[in-house]
């Protein structure tokens, strides 16, 4: 089956790295992406990355993707308050055009 | 390029009564697709068009439900009988290509009282 799956939770202090992990179930996967959405607003494309690549770093942002344990992580270094939101996992297949989404990690920063 | 335009941002409506919404993609985007997103879940996936053909519509769209994109630019999508259940926000996206990600429209919140 095509599923995507993600903690609901995650809590860091203001200045760490934060973490957030998603796991899928279908081989197939061709491009998986992150998204952002904010309370109230739509959803952001933060950052994507091809299936046949193991990492990709954009600024404070970094993927890892172990295809072999179909794993795929997102990393935010020197967390900021601004960052709290609700973030996405989504991967799309090789079989179908839809993108699958998972149910969201809130990420929410203590002082 | 403003975006993804969806209209209304709000609907509230009675039980039994027709919507519908509209979506105005970014003008270069030939795939859009809608998705729908109930409280503390990820977005669902409803259908998908390319240019002004529908090439996939979820198991989950029940015959109430029919979008249409007449001309490969806006897309409307309209719910018959509305029940309860549908209360949910109804989201448009459009891309280029998946490779790189949609870009989402705000939103229509549906309300059915």
């Known amino acids: 089956g095509e599923d995507v799956e993600q903690s609901l939770f995650l809590s860091v202090r203001e200045g760490d790295s934060s973490v957030i992990n998603c796991t899928y179930t279908d081989s197939s996967s061709t491009y998986l992406y992150w998204y952002k959405q904010e309370p109230g607003a739509g959803l952001q494309l933060l950052t994507y990355i091809f299936s046949n690549m193991d990492m990709k770093q954009d600024q404070r942002l970094t993927v890892l993707l172990n295809k072999k344990d179909k794993h795929l992580s997102l990393r935010i270094a020197d967390t900021q308050t601004g960052d709290s939101a609700i973030y996405f996992c989504?991967?799309?297949?090789?079989?179908?055009?839809?993108?699958?989404f998972g149910s969201g990690t809130r990420l929410s920063i203590r002082p | 390029d403003t975006g993804v335009s969806q209209d209304p941002r709000h609907k509230i409506t009675k039980r039994g009564q027709n919507v519908t919404f509209r979506c105005d993609p970014i003008?270069?985007?030939?795939?859009l697709y809608w998705y729908r997103q109930t409280l503390g879940q990820g977005p669902e996936f409803l259908t998908y068009?390319?240019?002004?053909?529908?090439?996939?519509k979820s198991r989950l769209l029940s015959d109430r439900f029919s979008a249409e994109r007449p001309k490969g630019s806006f897309s409307t999508l309209e719910i018959q009988r509305t029940e309860q259940g549908d209360s949910a926000m109804y989201l448009c996206a459009s891309g280029p290509d998946r490779a790189y990600g949609y870009t989402f429209g705000s939103g229509t919140r549906l309300t059915v009282v």
């Open positions: 068009f390319q240019n002004e053909a529908q090439l996939e």
């Open positions: 003008s270069e985007h030939n795939r």
């Open positions: 989504a991967v799309a297949y090789s079989s179908a055009s839809k993108i699958i």
